[in-house]
């Protein structure tokens, strides 16, 4: 009964994304390169340099 009840709960419903429906990266596509690799990298640099800023004011 409750093998049942689980199954029935975790049952994605119609319509929704599925992580099976997933594309792989088209890095020649200028939005997912700025998005997935430029944002990403800029995102740490900037974090490294507010870090070592606020290091160095106290």
């Given amino acids: ?6 199954t029935l ?11 099976d429906d997933n594309q792989p990266l088209d890095l ?3 939005f997912e390169l700025i998005v997935f690799i430029i944002l990403p ?11 070592k800023k606020r290091k160095n004011k106290e």
């Fill in 1 to 6: 009964m409750l093998t049942l009840l689980n």
């Fill in 9 to 19: 709960i975790l049952q994605l419903p119609m319509g929704t994304p599925n992580p």
């Fill in 28 to 30: 020649s596509d200028p």
């Fill in 41 to 51: 990298i800029l995102a740490v640099f900037f974090y490294i340099l507010w870090r």
